[in-house]
């Protein structure tokens, strides 16, 4: 009988066509595209499995119960910038503000002219793929009704200093406005893989692993064969039971840009270019400061973006809301200070940016199966980074905002709109800066050479039978979009071409 | 340990006359579920945070007294200086103990009340077992993607 499996103490065994490593963006979307094609499919998830009413409600629940380690996992350079993703059924779908963008058509371009893969023919299905996915996942605009006053100042701060924004499409079905998207969608509204595809491999009779993190590939030759890995418990990290979940066809690893390269790499994986081209979106918030209050909470979490910057300098911007209790941490100080800076919360809007950044790191396995991911941005980045926070601060004043809190140490706490030239000046040290990465690229990059890229524009790895990542690892360069449309319509690409 | 944490946090997060401080929050509790559910990476970063912050008084006021021996304006001048040290490792380490009081202050009913918030709800961890059925309990979900709605696989699709 196919079925869902949770932490056991007892050890599981089981074959299927296809194992699939994680259920986010990609491994829920190539695990599903092959069980519909008629293939027997099991996906082996690390976190475990939590179905809206589960979810937690604060920032608190969020990161013990979705967010990997706490979302305590920093870059190791300069600066220790946060490195955000879920580990959960669903991955990072579960806890992301569900932004769906087509991937640019210069991306293929670029693919095909740097890395040998991509050009028009992948454009064209990628394309295919991303309406099918619009269709399954019910993209639509966020409801006017549902957009909040931090959206609509936006919108009103667009209109004045003309950024070309737009209302977002996300993966979200008559969006209800809670405003709760990165703790989970308690409402259900939102698409994320653990309610849609993952819950639709179970009825086309797939199986499904749960708190099953994978320790290694396992090879027999130049083929994978399978998966090993110990079951753990959510609540206590206990070990359980030991699972071994073997391949018929093929090993697909979609563990997420941190965690493939580090699986593949334990697993014995020889290739020059493993856990090379790590690449992210780094980002941060300028909070606008109005005379009314905002309540940034009330509304979507994020409602409004731009890609007018995507060229130059190499920036999106988009609207944000956190709760009060990670806003605490995110502005400078302490003690009565800090009080009397938190006490106007219901006044600030935090709008963002993501940087487009050029800097590569590096991704490898660490002690205790974690990744170590090495990465810093260059002064180049630095600039575009200060940049896009400028062009936030100008979107607030547009908007009306009286002053704008950046958040750069040893700058002024508070800008007025005549202080927003000193941001063109503004510290290049990343130290100064709180920024995260929430939008990662590369580990495994695709590519024709083997000598510079781990898998083909297949997904299909070098030199080994059996083996394809589909997760967002493969994407060799940056978007400067949001990333889960293109892996998702990657993963599909990858899987069709993997049952053809 | 706790009462090192606790002392941190409740220099770092005062009440104040606007807003309630996190004394007025459950911190004890709140402490004892944050150790015993967070990782002990995580937990001793904390506590070296907290430790860090009790230490550094002679650097931000001149006084060579640990924080929790300073005088509540001096105390106050410190959690202030301490958190935007210009050493960006003292800088972080406070962070930390920053980050895990901010989530119990900020998430506190009687915060979120002074933002027009509404509380949170209970959240014990749960999941679904191997025994649970295979449905997604959704909240008031409209639509879950059914079979139905989604088309074979294919590039063609
Ligand atoms: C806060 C936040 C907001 C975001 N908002 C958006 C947005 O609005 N739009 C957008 O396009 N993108 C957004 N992103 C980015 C997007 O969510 C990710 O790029 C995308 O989910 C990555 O897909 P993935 O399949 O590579 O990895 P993930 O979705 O992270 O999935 C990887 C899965 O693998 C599992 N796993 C890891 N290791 C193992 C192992 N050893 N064994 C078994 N399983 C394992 C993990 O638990 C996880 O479930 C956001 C990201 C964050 C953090
Ligand atoms: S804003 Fe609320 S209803 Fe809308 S997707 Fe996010 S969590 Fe769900």
Redesign the interface.
């Known amino acids: 009988m196919r079925?869902?499996?949770?932490?056991?103490t007892e050890p599981v065994e089981l074959e299927a066509d296809y194992v699939v490593v994680g259920s986010g963006a990609g491994g829920a979307t190539a695990a599903?595209?092959?069980a519909?094609?008629g293939a027997s499919v099991a996906l082996v998830e690390a976190g475990?499995?939590?179905?809206?009413?589960?979810y937690?409600?604060?920032?608190?629940?969020a990161?013990?119960?979705l967010l990997e380690?706490?979302g305590?996992q920093v870059t190791r350079g300069r600066?220790?910038w946060p490195i955000v993703q879920a580990r959960t059924?669903g991955g990072t779908t579960v806890v992301n503000s569900a932004i769906a963008v087509r991937t640019p058509g210069d991306i293929f371009r670029q693919w095909e002219r740097e890395r040998g893969v991509g050009g028009d023919a992948m454009a064209d299905?990628i394309g295919?793929?991303q309406?099918?996915i619009e269709?399954?996942?019910?993209v639509e605009e966020v409801p006017r009704g549902s957009l909040g006053r931090s959206n609509l100042l936006a919108l009103a701060g667009d209109a004045a200093a003309d950024y070309q924004g737009h209302v977002m499409k996300r993966y979200v079905?008559?969006c209800a406005g809670t405003g709760q998207c990165l703790q989970g969608?308690?409402?259900?509204?939102k698409?994320s893989t653990?309610?849609?595809?993952v819950?639709?491999l179970?009825?086309?009779g797939g199986d499904v692993l749960?708190?099953a993190p994978v320790h290694r590939v396992a090879f027999e030759s130049r083929r994978a064969r399978g998966v090993v890995g110990r079951f753990v418990h959510?609540?206590t990290?206990a070990k359980g039971g030991r699972f071994e979940v073997r391949a018929r066809r093929a090993v697909v690893v979609a563990a997420s840009v941190t965690h493939s390269p580090a699986l593949l790499e334990r697993s014995g994986l020889k290739s020059p270019a493993l856990g090379s081209l790590f690449r992210a979106h780094p980002g941060t918030g300028v909070f606008g400061c109005y005379d009314e209050?905002v309540?940034m909470?009330v509304g979507v979490t994020q409602g409004w973006a731009t890609t007018k910057f995507r060229e130059s300098p190499g920036l999106k911007l988009e609207t944000l809301a956190i709760?009060?209790?990670?806003?605490?941490?995110r502005i400078?100080?302490?003690?009565?200070?800090?009080?009397?800076r938190?006490?106007r919360?219901?006044h600030v809007a935090m709008w963002c940016h993501a940087v487009r950044a050029e800097s590569c790191g590096t991704v490898h396995n660490g002690l205790g199966d974690r990744p170590v991911v090495r990465y810093q941005l260059d002064d180049a980045d630095m600039r575009r980074f200060r940049d896009g926070m400028r062009l936030v601060a100008e979107l607030h004043f547009a908007a009306g905002a009286r002053s704008v809190i950046p958040g750069i140490?040893?700058m002024p706490f508070e800008l007025g709109p005549d202080q927003v030239h000193l941001l063109r000046e503004a510290p290049l040290d990343p130290?100064r800066y709180v920024a995260i990465l929430s939008h990662l690229f590369g580990g495994c990059p695709m590519g024709k050479d083997p000598r510079e890229s781990v898998c083909d524009g297949d997904g299909r790895v070098h030199g080994v039978e059996g083996l394809v990542v589909a997760d967002a690892s493969v994407i060799p360069t940056n978007l400067g979009v949001n990333p889960q449309h293109t892996i998702m319509a990657l993963a599909?690409?990858f899987?069709?071409r993997l049952?053809? | 340990m706790l009462a090192l944490v606790r002392s941190a946090c409740v220099a770092l997060y005062p009440r104040t006359d606007a807003l309630p401080g996190i004394e007025d929050t459950d911190l004890d509790a709140f402490l004892v579920r944050f150790r015993r559910e967070s990782s002990f990476l995580l937990w001793l970063g904390v506590v070296a945070g907290a430790f860090v912050f009790a230490i550094t008084p002679l650097i931000t006021t001149g006084i060579p007294l640990p924080a929790f021996l300073l005088s509540k304006r001096l105390r106050d001048r410190h959690a202030n200086r301490i958190a935007s040290h210009p050493i960006y490792l003292l800088r972080q380490a406070v962070m930390l103990v920053k980050l895990a009081a901010g989530l119990c202050w900020g998430g506190h009913p009687k915060v979120r009340a002074a933002f027009a918030l509404p509380p949170y709800p209970d959240e014990p961890s749960r999941w679904r077992t191997s025994f649970d059925e295979p449905s997604p309990s959704s909240g008031d979900a409209t639509r879950d993607a059914s079979p139905a709605k989604t088309p074979p696989v294919g590039d063609t699709a």
């Not at chain 1, 079925?3 to 056991?8: E, G, N, Y």
């Not at chain 1, 937690?56 to 629940?61: I, M, Q, R």
């Not at chain 1, 400078?332 to 009397?340: F, I």
Request: with cysteine; net charge positive; hydrophobic share 35%.
């Open positions: 079925s869902h499996i949770a932490f056991r599903v595209t092959l519909r094609a475990a499995w939590r179905d809206p009413a589960h937690p409600a604060s920032a608190y629940g990161m013990r119960d380690d706490w305590s600066a220790l059924m299905a295919r793929h309406d099918a269709r399954e996942l019910s079905a008559s969608c308690r409402k259900g509204r698409q653990n309610v849609t595809y819950p639709e179970l009825r086309l749960s708190c959510p609540e990290r209050p309540d909470n709760p009060p209790e990670l806003v605490a941490s400078a100080g302490g003690g009565t200070a800090l009080m009397e938190l006490a919360y219901r140490h040893g130290r599909r690409h899987a069709t049952v053809q």
